[in-house]
Structures are given as C-alpha cells and as structure tokens.
C-alpha cells in the first residue's frame, strides 16, 4: 500500500533528495569514497557547502550584507544564541506557542524579556496582531510558524527593532523579504534537510553590540569567520540540504513552492470547513500552510480513535496531533505530494460517509 508521510518532523523530503544522499553516501560523485569519510575540508565538501550556501541565498534572494551559516545543536541552540549575541538589556518576544515559549525561557538568562503580545489565552489559535514593539528592545522576536499549534504568520512584518524569527516550520515555503530581518534560523528536519543541523541567516551588523564575553562556540563571529568549518559541521545533513534546495530551484523556486502549497493547504482546509464531523482548531487568517490541525467536532469526539485507525489502514502516517492540541496534524512541508493530500481528504470524506 503506498504511504502517506505527514510526519511534522523529521518530516518527508523529496526522494530525490534521499536517493542522491543514498548514491553520495555509497560513493560521491564518482571519487571512490563516501560522502560519510572525505574531510570537511576537502575540496568536495568545500564545493557541497558552498553551493548549498549559494542556493540558499539564491532563492530567498539574500542581500549581500547577510551570511549563511550552517550549524549543530537545532533550533533549540539558536534560543539560547540569540540573546547570547544579542541581548543587552531587555528582549521583545511574540508568543504563539511552546517553540515561543521556549525561546523566551533561553532569553530571560540573558536579560529582561518584555512579552509583547500573546495567544496562550486561547490555546495558541492563533496570531496575535496590533501589539507594540518596544523601541529601546535590542530585538523582537517571532516564531512564524508555530508548528504544534498549526497557526502561521504568513506576512513579513516591520519592526522597528532587529527583527529575529524562528522559521523551523515554514521556511522554503514562501518568498520572504530578507532585508527584514536580522537573523532567521531553523532546524533543517521540517522542510529542508535531516535532523542535524541548523541554519542560520544573519546580518553581520547586528553582532558585536554586547558586552559580556562569548564562548567561541556560541558566538556567532566564529562562524562567520570560519564559514561554517570552525569545528566539524553535519556534513552529511548539509548535503542532504543541498540535494533539497536543487529540488526546489529545479521547480521553480520559492513562488511555486508558495503556489503548491497554497493549493494543497486550500484543499485540505476545504475538506474541513465543509466537514459534518471534522473542524479546524486555528482561527482563518491564522491557519498554518504547513501544520494543518483539526479535530473532531463535539459529538462525534468519540471517534477520533477510530478515525485514526481507519486513516492508517489507508496508509496515513503521522497525523495524530501533538498531546497539547489532541485530535489530528496534517504536516504537509513542501516535499509533500498533492496526491497525499487528496488520499487524506479521501479517507476522511468516507469515514465521514460511514459514520454521520
Ligand atoms: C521543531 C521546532 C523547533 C525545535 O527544533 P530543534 O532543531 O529540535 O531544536 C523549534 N522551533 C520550531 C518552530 C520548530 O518547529
């Protein structure tokens, strides 16, 4: 039966991807040895980071004056990063879910954190707008997808302040305008890569402000400076990385990957709004592209186990909601087919045929 992988991290890649990481890993391009056992700093790994670096910027269309950076410890290292480098006297921080919360927590060891807005009254369904960024905060920081939770901030917002995001769950997904950020980060394991490494996309004059000293490690100075290659990076998750952003420019880059994303959430949540038993938890303008969550209605709550089964028997993978929203997750990342997509609005219009 063929499987439909809505996992929301790791998440499904394009196969392409992994079969040409699978051919690297036998035997790069043609050398005789692994990808797994040349030297970071062999001329073949240099050429492998230095086009993912130059496709990245390629296709978000980076300015000039930002880096790309490659590196360990997820996007759970870049909460405590951040405000590391950053963080002089007092943070902005917007709240939409636990990935939030948990970049907030990183930051409060470095300084003040001033919440400026949050959606934790309401379960996170949403994003909160209308809020005001403190001018005399050294940044603001935002998670534009808030993977658990399923809402998505899907405009570039303007800050008067550095501007920091979290794009762990969205990135590649969409066009966005770089020159309004400082930094965006991520884990690679939702829409780019394997779990193992983290990008980072930074402007340099934004560093440099903070007083206290830096551990060579943790300040990003060093990496810049070293291109990535100060210690060992993930080697085989950058390339793995690469094989993805080749996808992705091979179709069209970031506006296709908008438009087929838009098409398949639209027809997901469609299946939804017009459901006599399913409905979505995150308020409309809200909704997420990527995550996309719904549970069941009231009085059908009881059937959620047997929908679930019944979605598996039909070859569904990962659609169980995160504990903290219950119900079900529809991870749909772009290397998500829109066939699978459609399996899943199949099996829940006859469950739904079945059972109301
Ligand atoms: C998955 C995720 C994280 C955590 O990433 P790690 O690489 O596991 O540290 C952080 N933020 C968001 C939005 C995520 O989806």
Redesign the pocket.
């Given at each position: 039966m063929k499987k439909h992988n809505f996992n929301a991290?790791p998440s499904i890649l394009p196969r392409i991807a992994i079969e040409n990481s699978a051919k690297a890993i036998l035997d790069l391009n043609g050398s005789g040895l692994s990808l797994l056992e040349i030297s970071h700093r062999s001329k073949d790994f240099q050429a492998i980071i230095d086009e993912a670096v130059a496709l990245f910027k390629e296709l978000l269309n980076i300015p000039a004056n930002y880096h790309v950076l490659f590196l360990g410890g997820?996007?759970?290292l870049q909460f405590c990063m951040v405000p590391y480098n950053l963080l002089k006297t007092k943070a902005a921080y917007l709240e939409t879910g636990v990935?939030a919360q948990k970049a907030i927590k990183e930051a409060k060891f470095f300084g003040q954190v001033d919440i400026v807005a949050s959606s934790s009254d309401k379960n996170f369904t949403y994003v909160p707008k209308n809020y005001t960024i403190p001018a005399d905060a050294d940044y603001f920081h935002i998670?534009t997808?808030?993977?658990i939770y399923g809402s998505e901030l899907h405009s570039d917002i303007d800050s008067p302040v550095p501007l920091v995001a979290?794009m762990?769950?969205d990135i590649l997904s969409r066009p966005v305008n770089v020159s309004k950020y400082a930094i965006i980060y991520g884990?690679a394991?939702?829409n780019l890569g394997p779990a193992g490494v983290?990008f980072v996309i930074l402007r340099e004059d934004i560093l440099g402000k903070v007083d206290r000293p830096i551990p060579t490690m943790l300040n990003y100075k060093t990496h810049i400076k070293e291109g990535s290659l100060f210690n060992t990076p993930p080697c085989f998750a950058i390339y793995t990385c690469l094989e993805t952003l080749r996808w992705i420019k091979n179709l069209g880059g970031m506006v296709k990957m908008e438009e087929m994303n838009k098409k398949k959430a639209q027809l997901l949540y469609d299946t939804i709004d017009n459901s006599k038993i399913f409905v979505g938890t995150v308020e409309k303008e809200s909704r997420s592209l990527m995550n996309i969550c719904f549970v069941m209605k009231e009085q059908y709550k009881d059937k959620e186990d047997a929908f679930m089964e019944f979605a598996k028997s039909k070859g569904m993978l990962g659609i169980k909601g995160h504990r903290s929203v219950g119900g079900f997750r529809a991870s749909c990342y772009n290397a998500l087919p829109i066939e699978s997509v459609q399996a899943l609005i199949d099996c829940m219009n006859e469950f739904e045929k079945a059972n109301v």
């Open positions: 991290g997820g996007a759970s990935w998670t997808n808030n993977t979290d762990s769950s884990g394991q939702k983290t």
